[in-house]
Nanobody, 116 residues
Framework: QVQLVESGGDLVQPGGSLRLSCAASGITVTLSAMSWYRQAPGKGRELVGSIASGAPLITYIDSVKGRFTISRDAFKNIMYLQMNSLRPEDTAMYYC?????????WGQGTQVTVSS
């Protein structure tokens, strides 16, 4: 059974930083392709970035390049999203995602609010 549990969301001022965590069970994060998505109020779910299985090939959408970083901790089996220089437009529910054997798995989400 694959389970993904996000944490780390909070209210932060513009320019601040947060680190989101996605704790995984039922998969090995370093051997799994995984992604971070976000969904702002009234908008569709948007891919933020992805990390490939095995080799650390990572891609990001243009709006977060240079500000967000995806990483993995093999020992803790956690995927992270380090977010720096946060902007009000980064406000959203953030989800981690993986696909295994043709089945999509989502976490429950963690709320990030960027506001002064």
């Amino acid at each position: 059974q694959v389970q993904l549990v996000e944490s780390g969301g909070d209210l932060v001022q513009p320019g601040g930083s947060l680190r989101l965590s996605c704790a995984a069970s039922g998969i090995t994060v370093t051997l799994s392709a995984m992604s971070w998505y976000r969904q702002a109020p009234g908008k569709g779910r948007e891919l933020v970035g992805s990390i490939a299985s095995g080799a650390p090939l990572i891609t990001y959408i243009d709006s977060v390049k240079g500000r967000f970083t995806i990483s993995r901790d093999a020992f803790k089996n956690i995927m992270y999203l380090q977010m720096n220089s946060l902007r009000p437009e980064d406000t959203a529910m953030y989800y981690c995602f993986t696909r295994r054997a043709g089945t999509d798995y989502w976490g429950q989400g963690t709320q990030v609010t960027v506001s002064s």
